[in-house]
């Protein structure tokens, strides 16, 4: 089993959330213990479902759904290294992406792969008024206004507004969507693009964009934009999309959110623009490895502001997700149909 977990856990260093599995255990030991109200209580032949948390980051997605679940004892939450897993019946990672899973290793031992939406758990409303706090964050000069503090200075730095800004949301799904109705009381011009707009909005959300455009446009409307935000999900197609092409064709100091995947951005091209001062500012929540290096020399740029993936992590999108993982556990348990997840294979 050690080669299976191997195989379809790549990347472990990689911006992904805790992944977790399910299996099911027949006929527990007398020695075996389960988790009740707090108290470890011996079972005898109990149908024990088991949703294991893989990794250590994270720590709030197991404490959440384990809380969640405290009043079923036969549902039984774990924390484990990924070379322990055992024999597993569903991946899920607690979040939307799933480029730290390995679905086609996954497929070819027969394990279905799901995901978690962001619509309808707090994930995308949560990323969302994270771009916000960076956009303002950079806007405001945040670190400058330490180093104020630091100096006992008052009336500096003299910092900027969203209002009237162009806000270009590169890649306008659930989040950007989010990130839209967030914006319009700042009386932002908002532009976005999408591979294809056909039925993927509704009439109220249409007028949220002022201006739409498909991913051959991206070039044209960063040159556009006061502030890129980068909203794509990672995969083979977009890794590097941002890369020397598309920031050059920025706005010479314009700003760049990442609330997405540090994949997205092109680690060199994104240093080399900030040092010419082309950038006019960085702010991500996700980075190119992670835990990010605190002794990074992008660090060195007062118009820098890294966050440490924290964007979905609040208590209303974790609960809800809490939730999720949770019912999906008690359906696996039961034999039931599995619902409010998105499987992939």
């Given at each position: 089993m050690y080669k299976i977990a191997k195989a379809t856990f790549r990347n472990r260093g990689s911006s992904v959330a805790s992944l977790f599995?399910?299996?099911?255990?027949?006929?527990?030991?007398?020695?075996?213990?389960?988790?009740?109200?707090?108290t470890m209580v011996e079972k005898e032949d109990m149908n024990v479902t088991r949703v294991l948390f893989?990794?250590?980051?994270?720590?709030?997605?197991?404490?959440?759904?384990?809380?969640?679940?405290?009043?079923?004892?036969?549902?039984?939450?774990?924390v484990v290294p990924i070379p322990e897993v055992p024999e597993m019946k569903l991946i899920m990672q607690y979040g939307v992406g799933l480029e730290g899973v390995d679905i086609d290793a996954a497929t070819k031992y027969g394990i279905k792969v799901a995901r978690i939406p962001s619509e309808g758990t707090g994930n995308a409303a949560s990323c969302s008024e994270m771009a916000i706090y960076l956009m303002l964050g950079l806007l405001k000069k945040q670190n400058e206004m330490q180093i104020s503090v630091r100096s006992r200075l008052l009336g500096v730095p003299a910092g900027d507004t969203l209002f009237g800004k162009t806000v270009f949301i590169l890649g306008y799904g659930n989040i950007g969507r989010e990130l839209a109705k967030r914006l319009k009381p700042f009386?932002?011009?908002?532009?976005?693009?999408?591979?294809?707009?056909?039925?993927s909005i509704n009439d109220s959300d249409s007028s949220l964009v002022d201006e739409k455009g498909?991913?051959?446009?991206?070039?044209?409307?960063?040159?556009?934009?006061?502030?890129?935000?980068?909203?794509?999900?990672?995969?083979?197609?977009?890794?590097?999309?941002?890369?020397?092409?598309?920031?050059?064709?920025?706005?010479?100091?314009?700003?760049?959110?990442?609330?997405?995947?540090?994949?997205?951005?092109?680690?060199?091209?994104?240093?080399?623009?900030?040092?010419?001062?082309?950038?006019?500012?960085?702010?991500?929540?996700?980075?190119?490895?992670?835990?990010?290096?605190?002794?990074?020399?992008?660090?060195?740029?007062?118009?820098?502001?890294i966050t440490p993936h924290v964007a979905g992590v609040t208590e209303y999108s974790y609960m809800s997700m809490a939730k999720i993982v949770g019912d999906v556990a008690l359906q696996l348990h039961e034999g039931l149909p599995l619902t409010g997840i998105e499987f992939v294979n």
């Amino acid at each position: 089993m050690y080669k299976i977990a191997k195989a379809t856990f790549r990347n472990r260093g990689s911006s992904v959330a805790s992944l977790f599995c399910y299996l099911q255990t027949r006929s527990i030991s007398r020695q075996s213990k389960v988790v009740k109200t707090k108290t470890m209580v011996e079972k005898e032949d109990m149908n024990v479902t088991r949703v294991l948390f893989c990794g250590p980051h994270f720590p709030n997605s197991n404490n959440f759904t384990r809380e969640y679940l405290q009043p079923y004892p036969f549902i039984q939450v774990d924390v484990v290294p990924i070379p322990e897993v055992p024999e597993m019946k569903l991946i899920m990672q607690y979040g939307v992406g799933l480029e730290g899973v390995d679905i086609d290793a996954a497929t070819k031992y027969g394990i279905k792969v799901a995901r978690i939406p962001s619509e309808g758990t707090g994930n995308a409303a949560s990323c969302s008024e994270m771009a916000i706090y960076l956009m303002l964050g950079l806007l405001k000069k945040q670190n400058e206004m330490q180093i104020s503090v630091r100096s006992r200075l008052l009336g500096v730095p003299a910092g900027d507004t969203l209002f009237g800004k162009t806000v270009f949301i590169l890649g306008y799904g659930n989040i950007g969507r989010e990130l839209a109705k967030r914006l319009k009381p700042f009386e932002s011009r908002v532009i976005a693009t999408k591979r294809s707009w056909t039925a993927s909005i509704n009439d109220s959300d249409s007028s949220l964009v002022d201006e739409k455009g498909s991913h051959e446009d991206i070039y044209t409307f960063a040159g556009k934009a006061d502030i890129v935000v980068v909203c794509l999900t990672l995969n083979k197609e977009t890794a590097d999309v941002v890369n020397n092409k598309f920031i050059c064709s920025m706005k010479k100091g314009a700003l760049l959110i990442n609330i997405s995947r540090g994949g997205l951005i092109n680690y060199e091209s994104t240093y080399e623009n900030l040092e010419s001062g082309h950038l006019g500012g960085l702010g991500i929540d996700v980075a190119w490895s992670e835990p990010f290096d605190p002794n990074d020399p992008i660090l060195k740029f007062k118009n820098v502001i890294i966050t440490p993936h924290v964007a979905g992590v609040t208590e209303y999108s974790y609960m809800s997700m809490a939730k999720i993982v949770g019912d999906v556990a008690l359906q696996l348990h039961e034999g039931l149909p599995l619902t409010g997840i998105e499987f992939v294979n």
